[in-house]
């Protein structure tokens, strides 16, 4: 909104993220002021339309410079917020709603009963909130006034964020400070940065949310925390947003004193029940539970001989009556040590799809390891058609550099969900997207005390670009990348190019500097920060960083083909024989299926030595040149903003340069090769980066 | 500044703190304007003195409503920040500042070689910064421009804030959300908050800060988090604070490998010198340490058969050769159980007197046992005529309701300050104040990561007080108490007396509820939050609560007369007599020093059992009391800000009406005394109160 600015804009700490409304240039503004001189609104509007209604009024107040009244007599020159009820001449004058469904939206500029307004239209106050924000969003990119006319409908009905947060306020795996819910002075003292928090959900049209870790701690059930996540529902509730608790499977055991938690048990069912009615007496609209089964020490039915259709089953039970879903999350491994952990899941699920309960949803990550800067999608996509599915997406960075780099996941994200499974439906498609496959998407969120709410400004991208894919899976990650930048930086000429030319490139830049060509898991132990390559003394196999890349004089990979673990044929046709063999493994795969001789020529014509140089070369240069260009943007964004988002530059090239240097110090230990001429040698021995120490690190949650 | 304002102001979420500059009304605009249209600096300014400016810049901007430029060429008009140094005609002027010292300040409307200017004088540029805080104070608080002459010097020359903050971001009893440092972020990433919490440091004259918990770890003097701690110091020197390290005795052994950490060991000498001049070479003017040894735990001297002055010599004389300082805390108790652990650090201090380096600092907590919410003075005042002590006060409020209840610690800094130790120094004083015997104070400091620093809005004057009593420790809480407000709140008529009449009986108000006539340590176990007068069953007797009230059907209280303990031995005549008679110890320490029966007359003329009724009853009744005048000023207070301290005041009245109902139960059933007659019964039952439970309460450190 600032084009044609001279001076540098004022400071800015971030906190608004991308609800920055400023007021428009002259002539948009005229021209708005025309259609948004007052908010039509029916009699007696639902805390939803009046959640719409106040936002309206904060972004249009500040775009048009003028406040806005609420009407309730339809007049020209009007925003009016209506569904077919509580306005019907919309069905009269035709407007087209019926393929909108229940949470769908339609902005337009239009005459109705001969008065010209700016029309907001759903078939529901939901539809009419998240259309609010539409018609902002809008308006904050560049959209044409008189001839406004936008609609649409989410893909999927569960938006879904979790949050990894502790009853100490500690977040595993958050960067961003700690928890955002302030769980001592709950239920009574409500801060009022949760609205704030569930506005931004409510933007992106995300319409639930999981309060606490999936790592549960009994206590979430207890009573006093039951009352303390009503309190937050009553403040996420006019925002559209449900509230999951995440619970601990041995509940029954820890709270209620039984001997066992087996689910088959029938003192077990009743406890559950007794405890599900607790829960929706004091949250009635409560969105259900989200559990961790038999995962990384959580407990399960596997400990009672049952399995996870069983374990859901009992609990499932509980929370249908009240309307109330459970979500099992499918990330699981098995005690013992399986020859290749990136198979278990799917063994494990397939044999169970059509036995979970109708309100059970199985929340599957997007690879089959977990949450690695690339993996191919998770074989379970499309191969469990009896079940709905949710895909579930690491919106913090646990293993991209965490909050410091710039690193953005719309190309991840949109990797994944485009990535076609083969796994046919009925339909026109040859096949079917992972995108088609899903009921739902779970983002595991970047957000926290900091004030700017994601431990970094460009962090805020990917709290973004999660929700608007989970509105539409099938969107692109470049489209959201410049929409998020018009709203987040303004629109000074070249802005928009520039920033979005640093995003799109980001995640590659990492993939490169940390773990390229398939290659995955070689981050340091318990923290995950930075390189371990070396690290092969841990108790499981499977937790070590050896365990993946298997480097050796031999050459370096998993061999995941039919020679290796045969993780492979748990893809479908043509993608199991073409993931099998190396020659028609795409580069970005190929440690992740093979184990290659260091002289395997890729496609580039290198060697797999050469090329991993190459690559880390080329991942170090790419930050090097979002350095370039974010200094080329001093003065077009503001100098607070400016000044951070460089320091963490500045760290990032420092530690994508770490990531260089000791990977391939490692590499040439582990394998002997050398470094060709012309190839810098690490700054360090591997001596010194085996010896890095990093004290209380974040993220390690408890 | 809103004098005659019809309109709720807009909402504030506290973030400004006290530094909240506004627009001055019209006829103090233009009086300020006349005197404040530039600014005077000399060439090449200091970092402290380009401090002073920019405060200047931005406080006396937003007051005039016009930007302040710098000018080098003395005209009328101008604010003058100058030293005789800076500008030799200050001497010839006849400027008086001799008296001032290195730290103190002069600021007045003057006529200086004719020209009408504000002239801000010191002998230092440290001088002019505390100087240029307090011009922008007194226009704040209301100051007449054309007569304005005032004139401060500290009295102490140490005024220190010291941070409980873990390496990991948690507070030892911290309310207040977690650490502002983000340690994993820096030394690199600075976060722009630092140099607000240093711009507030430095308005109240703070001249140290501790960065880590006492309970220190190890780490803290690895060389990464030296090089982070760097970083710190690096914001807080242009604002005049040096940076104090929390070390852990044990460090030579955990840190150097050492097989012991015995004082007299010379290898334990050099480990401490090698690290005192690594951490010297990063931050050149480091105050030096501070440590807490043979206390809860933590390692000392002890531990090898050494006492705490031989402890303390090996590193002060590390220390010594780089301008550093040791402060050694006495708060101490012994691993074996003592038969009064009040008794305790006098008896192993006042020992040592004599025996300790140049440059150690003993620190002593206000009263013998710890932090309560009234103690007498601690009996180390005064008692080591030959020892530099500081005294340390609680800022964060561990044992008055966190950072929920409002209670103004004013009052108790000053009753302890002004108390008389009747240890005659040489001078005319007929005894000698606790202000007398100080050569520092410390804080422990209550700010967080909170928005508004504190965990609420009214712990913020907890800060200020303090910070403005470590300048003059002979100050008035309750002028004090008018400044903060008139800075946090504004001029509108009535707000100043309605606030100050909160403020100031809040103390007594949270005494009455929790711990009337000289009763102590009465809270639950471990997170210290709420009653709990039953618990008696932890592994040292002096943690229990039991242990200090000793309430059954004989009496109450702890006999510290000759007949008992004999603490009260350890004060000087005529405290000794007066207060080891129960007919001559006032009532507000009645229970202190003395046991005695429930049938026993009080000052007022009722029994204790009476007397406790009513002061259980008084204190409920002073919150409500608060909640009624907090309410009178909606409208008056912006609406954020009103509405957030009404929750707390909400919560505050329902968590004094626990303990009163709680102890009440309580003491009923161990005395078998009854409830006269319109004495209202406790909601609950004794059992009930004792089954709650508080998982995850806040504070509890690391």
């Known amino acids: 909104m600032q084009a044609g600015a001279t001076t540098t804009p004022p400071d800015e700490d971030g906190y608004e993220l991308w609800l920055r409304y400023r007021e ?25 339309l009046m959640s719409a209604a106040t936002e309206l009024q904060r972004g249009l107040g500040v775009m048009t410079g003028r406040a806005l009244p609420l009407r309730r007599r339809l007049a020209a020159g009007q925003v009016v917020l209506a569904t077919p009820a509580s306005l019907p001449t919309l069905r009269k004058a035709g407007v087209p709603l019926d393929d909108l469904g229940d949470e769908g939206w339609l902005i337009r500029s239009t005459v109705l009963g001969g008065k010209a307004i700016l029309l907001i239209a759903a078939n529901s106050d939901r539809g009419l909130l998240y259309g609010a924000f539409a018609l902002l969003r809008a308006l904050a990119t560049g959209a044409d006034v008189p001839t406004l006319d936008q609609r649409s409908a989410p893909r999927l009905p569960l938006r879904f964020l979790n949050h990894w ?73 006019p925002w559209g947003q449900k509230v999951y608790l995440a619970i601990r499977f041995t509940a029954p055991m820890e709270l209620g004193g039984l001997a066992t938690a087996d689910p088959l048990e029938p003192a077990v069912a009743r406890w ?34 049952r399995n996870h259709a ?16 459970l979500i099992w999350r499918a990330f699981v491994y098995a005690a013992e040590n399986p020859d290749d952990r990136a198979k278990q899941a799917y063994d494990q699920f397939t044999a169970l799809d059509g036995q979970f309960e109708p309100n059970v949803l199985v929340q599957v990550k997007n690879g089959p390891i977990d949450f690695q800067p690339r993996e191919p999608f998770h074989p379970l996509f499309g191969a469990m058609p009896r079940t709905r599915l949710i895909g579930e997406f690491m919106v913090t960075k646990e293993y991209m550099g965490f909050s410091t780099h710039l690193a953005y996941q719309g190309p991840l994200f ?61 969107g692109s990650a470049q489209a959201l990348a410049q929409e998020w930048t018009l709203q987040t930086f303004g629109d000074a000429p070249g802005l928009v190019k520039a920033v979005t030319g640093m995003v799109m490139p980001s995640r590659e830049a990492v993939l490169n500097y940390m773990t390229p060509l398939g290659l995955h898991h070689l981050m340091d132990t318990g923290h995950h920060h930075g390189p371990g390559p070396w690290v092969g003394n841990l108790a499981r196999p499977d937790w070590n960083p050896t365990y993946y890349h298997r480097a050796g004089p031999d050459g370096i990979g998993f061999d995941r083909s039919a020679s290796g673990s045969n993780a492979v044929a748990q893809y ?118 085996q010896a890095l120490r990093f004290d209380y690190a974040p993220g390690r949650g408890g």
């Open 24 to 48: 428009l240039p002259a002539a948009a503004r005229r021209t708005l002021r025309a259609r948004a001189g007052a908010l039509w609104l029916p009699a007696q509007p639902s805390a939803l």
């Open 414 to 474: 949109e990797e994944t969900l485009k990535s076609d499974t083969y796994r046919d439906k009925p339909g026109p498609q040859a096949g079917t997207l992972v995108a088609h496959t899903l009921a739902g998407m779970a983002g595991v969120g970047n957000v926290g005390t900091d004030r700017n709410w994601c431990g970094s400004h460009f962090d805020q991208a990917n709290w973004y670009v999660f929700g608007r894919l989970a509105w539409d899976p099938l």
């Open 272 to 305: 559950w029940r007794g405890k599900v009615a607790e829960v929706f007496a004091a949250i009635p609209d409560c969105g259900g539970f989200i559990i961790k089964a038999n995962s990384e020490g959580q407990p399960g039915p596997h400990d009672y001989g």
């Open 310 to 325: 069983e374990g859901a089953k009992v609990i499932a039970q509980a929370l249908a009556p009240h309307g109330g879903t």
């Open 165 to 237: 947060d502790n009853l100490d306020r500690t977040v595993e795996r958050g960067y961003a400070g700690f928890s955002l819910w302030d769980w001592w002075k709950l239920p009574h003292i409500v801060d009022a940065r949760y609205t704030d928090y569930a506005r931004a959900n409510a933007s992106l049209g995300i319409n639930g949310v999981s309060l606490n870790n999936v790592s549960a701690k009994p206590e979430m059930l207890t009573t006093a925390f039951i009352h303390k996540a009503a309190a937050l529902a009553d403040v996420l509730r």
């Open 572 to 689: 479908a046709e043509p993608l199991h024989s073409l993931w099998g063999d190396p020659r028609t493994t795409p580069d970005e795969l190929l440690l992740w299926f093979h184990h290659l001789p260091w002289k395997h020529r890729v496609s580039t014509g290198r060697t797999l030595w050469q090329e991993l140089l190459v690559r880390y070369d080329a991942g170090v240069a790419s930050v090097d040149t979002l350095r370039k260009t974010w200094a080329g943007l001093a003065g077009t964004v503001d100098a607070r903003r400016h000044h951070e988002v460089s320091q963490y530059l500045a760290q990032q090239q420092r530690e994508a340069q770490w990531w260089r240097d000791a990977c391939i110090a490692y590499f040439m230990n582990a394998s002997g090769q050398r470094l060709p001429a012309g190839v810098a040698k690490p700054t360090r021995t591997l001596a010194e980066y």
